[in-house]
């Protein structure tokens, strides 16, 4: 805003010049010839056709600018929409790693994981089958955990009160009971 108020200023100041270099001009009991107005004419007009160039220069540097940042928040936005995307889906094949170990021990890691994935879903991602296939393979494992910690009557723990946070938050985005309730197993340990 500041940049287009130093626009109207200098060219309020360039028309200024002109007027004066005019009235002096004529005020002045000079011999004129037309070599004189010629030379006075095309002054006049490159003033003029600079000042022109100027405020092009400055219109197409805004509107450019305008461009670049609608399109720099584009890329932004699809950047992260692919950064989550990558995200979700190696924290879900190493919790299926780990899952598959069939060990109940470590149901508390891959709850952690699993939980660390869904907090990267977005639901745009439904869109892509492997994401799709794994988000359904995620909330399965978590349902069959849940099944699991209810029979055995365990408790998980978690090492942090904003990781606790985070499983609770990531458990919601799936509007499933049996994995809010799991993400409820975990107590912070703080």
Same mark, same amino acid.
């Given at each position: 805003?500041?940049?287009?108020?130093?626009?109207?200023?200098?060219?309020?100041?360039?028309?200024?010049?002109?007027?004066?270099?005019?009235?002096?001009?004529?005020?002045?009991?000079?011999?004129?010839?037309?070599?004189?107005?010629?030379?006075?004419?095309?002054?006049?007009?490159?003033?003029?056709?600079?000042?022109?160039?100027?405020?092009q220069y400055v219109y197409q540097k805004s509107t450019i600018r305008g461009?670049? $940042? &609608? *399109?720099?928040?584009?890329?932004?936005? =699809?950047?992260?929409?692919?950064?989550?995307?990558?995200?979700?889906? %190696? +924290?879900?094949?190493?919790?299926?790693?780990?899952?598959?170990?069939?060990?109940?021990?470590?149901?508390?890691?891959?709850?952690?994981?699993?939980?660390?994935?869904?907090?990267?879903?977005?639901?745009?991602?439904?869109?892509?089958?492997?994401?799709?296939?794994?988000?359904?393979?995620?909330?399965?494992?978590?349902?069959?955990?849940?099944?699991?910690?209810?029979?055995?009557?365990?408790?998980?723990?978690?090492? $942090? &009160? *904003?990781?606790?946070?985070?499983?609770? =938050?990531?458990?919601?985005?799936?509007?499933?009971?049996?994995?809010? %309730? +799991?993400?409820?197993?975990?107590k912070h340990s703080c």
């Open positions: 805003m500041k940049k287009h108020y130093l626009n109207i200023i200098s060219i309020v100041v360039s028309f200024i010049a002109v007027f004066f270099s005019c009235f002096v001009f004529f005020c002045t009991d000079i011999d004129v010839s037309a070599s004189d107005w010629t030379l006075t004419a095309f002054s006049t007009i490159i003033t003029i056709l600079i000042g022109w160039q100027v405020i461009i670049i $940042d &609608k *399109e720099l928040h584009v890329y932004e936005a =699809k950047t992260d929409f692919l950064l989550n995307k990558q995200l979700f889906q %190696s +924290l879900g094949q190493l919790g299926i790693a780990i899952y598959y170990q069939e060990n109940p021990e470590l149901y508390a890691i891959v709850c952690q994981t699993y939980f660390n994935a869904l907090a990267c879903w977005d639901d745009k991602m439904k869109d892509d089958k492997s994401a799709n296939e794994g988000y359904d393979t995620i909330t399965s494992h978590l349902r069959e955990i849940e099944k699991f910690a209810n029979a055995h009557q365990c408790v998980f723990s978690s090492s $942090d &009160k *904003e990781s606790y946070k985070l499983f609770i =938050k990531s458990a919601l985005k799936t509007k499933d009971d049996e994995i809010i %309730s +799991l993400a409820m197993r975990f």
